[in-house]
């Protein structure tokens, strides 16, 4: 069956640095892969979309890579502040159906 | 243009009771969502309507739910004799018609609770 993994564990990172968070995939093959950001009690918040045929995406000082071979992206806060602390999921489509499919998420701490 | 809006923000029932959520999406978006999530773990797909039209279902929702979108306008999504592992925050989402992979807008949500 299809599954997506992202780290359960909370990731801390200190002010400044940058943080990579990992999703991971078997049993798909999407054709587009988006990012979200979710604070407690909140909906998810769109980041960031990359299509099957990029291999990088940059907004700001975030970045999103899609290894299609590994199954894998990588979402990359570069100069991480306190204000990024909060919980990044990923999730994947396909051009079959409308519905994204989302990763548990990975919760981020930035320290000051 | 205010975003996505939901109701009631959190409920709280009895099992056996019936409920219903009322989601409003963005006014010009033609399609809308209903995911489901539990603490822990990441937003799950109950079902999805383009206008008025509800064109894909979970196999994981139970025939206690229902949704429906009368006028491709907003949406209702009722569970009815709601059971204990029916606790979860309900999320509404819409999305332009255009193209395939476009965004989705999320409401803050419908957290029930079920006693």
């Known amino acids: 069956s299809q599954k997506i993994e992202q780290n359960s564990e909370a990731l801390n990172i200190q002010e400044g640095k940058t943080a990579t968070l990992t999703c991971n995939y078997t049993n798909y093959s999407p054709a587009y892969l988006q990012w979200y950001r979710q604070d407690p009690g909140r909906g998810p918040v769109f980041l960031l979309l990359i299509r099957e045929n990029e291999k990088e995406k940059r907004k700001e000082r975030l970045k999103v890579t899609f290894d299609t071979t590994l199954k894998q992206s990588l979402f990359h806060i570069t100069a991480s502040q306190p204000a990024d602390s909060a919980t990044y999921l990923c999730a994947l489509g396909d051009t079959g159906r409308r519905a994204l499919t989302f990763g548990s998420g990975t919760r981020l701490q930035v320290q000051p | 243009d205010t975003g996505v809006s939901q109701n009631p923000r959190h409920k709280i029932t009895k099992r056996g009771q019936n409920v219903t959520f009322r989601c409003d999406p963005i006014s010009e978006h033609n399609r809308l969502y209903w995911y489901r999530q539990t603490l822990g773990q990441g937003p799950e797909f109950l079902t999805y309507?383009?206008?008025?039209?509800?064109?894909?279902k979970s196999r994981l929702l139970s025939d206690r739910f229902s949704a429906e979108r009368p006028k491709g306008s907003f949406s209702t999504l009722e569970i009815q004799r709601t059971e204990q592992g029916d606790s979860a925050m309900y999320l509404c989402?819409?999305?332009?018609?255009?193209?395939?992979?476009?965004?989705?807008?999320f409401g803050e949500g419908s957290r029930l609770t079920v006693l």
């Open positions: 309507f383009q206008n008025e039209a509800q064109l894909e």
């Open positions: 989402a819409s999305s332009h018609g255009q193209g395939v992979t476009g965004e989705l807008f």
